[in-house]
């Protein structure tokens, strides 16, 4: 099983929706991270949370929002989609003990 | 803040020949480097990474990078390459009191036989 996974993998909405992108992690991290990729524009940072009590804001977070629901899950929601929030968004997790951060898969999401 | 600059945006290079991926950042504080891999529709995977010690780091699939700290750079390098090697690999730097990633856009690698 992978360690860090995302669900859904694909998505398509419509504007104005509220969606939610959920991540879960068995590796026992207490870090976790929301990212977006566009093409030409590699990935940047949303939301991120140190633990289950912090969550902070990255580069991107305006139209976003997170939840750490435990320490294993962080969600990301959209709250009224926009086509401009198409992209890839990856979720990441790290220990405090170790510099490296490890990504899901990805979801693919499709606002039209 | 941290930035990170990856001066090409497509590297075409013929199977078995060198290939070299330039990364050049900046930031106001000590810096933690990192060079990561993502294949087609895949997630990203680390590659390697420079945290202190030895200026040359290597790791997975025969790469290495070199920490060079006037030039602020941290190039990446593999002497011959495989047409599995084919994916978009992403520079990053982390600020020692910070632990989040600044991402530079990318490099596509593109071998051919």
């Known amino acids: 099983d992978a360690d860090v996974t995302q669900t859904p993998r694909n998505r398509i909405t419509k504007t104005g929706k509220r969606i939610m992108l959920e991540c879960s992690q068995t590796?026992?991290?207490?870090?976790m991270y929301w990212y977006r990729q566009d093409p030409g524009l590699g990935l940047r940072l949303i939301y991120y949370?140190?633990?289950?009590?912090?969550?902070n804001k990255g580069e991107i977070s305006d139209g976003y929002s997170v939840s750490r629901q435990a320490q294993a899950k962080f969600s990301l929601s959209l709250e009224s989609a926009i086509p401009n929030q198409t992209a890839l968004y990856f979720c990441?997790?790290?220990?405090?003990?170790?510099?490296?951060?490890?990504f899901g898969p990805g979801t693919r999401l499709l606002v039209l | 803040a941290q930035s990170v600059t990856q001066l090409d945006s497509q590297v075409p290079v013929f199977e078995e020949a060198p290939v070299e991926l330039r990364c050049n950042y900046s930031?106001?504080?000590?810096?933690?480097l990192f060079w990561y891999v993502q294949y087609p529709n895949q997630g990203l995977q680390l590659l390697l990474k420079?945290?202190?010690?030895?200026?040359l780091v290597k790791g997975i699939n025969g790469f290495e990078a070199e920490f060079n700290k006037s030039q602020t750079s941290f190039h990446l390098r593999k002497p011959s390459v495989h047409i599995s090697d084919t994916a978009e690999y992403f520079c990053a730097v982390s600020g020692r009191a910070y632990s989040t990633l600044t991402f530079g856009k990318g490099t596509m690698l593109l071998v051919s036989p």
């Open positions: 949370s140190f633990d289950v009590k912090d969550i």
């Open positions: 930031s106001s504080v000590s810096v933690y």
């Open positions: 420079y945290l202190s010690g030895s200026t």
């Open positions: 590796k026992g991290h207490d870090r």
């Open positions: 990441a997790t790290s220990d405090f003990s170790e510099e490296t951060q490890y």
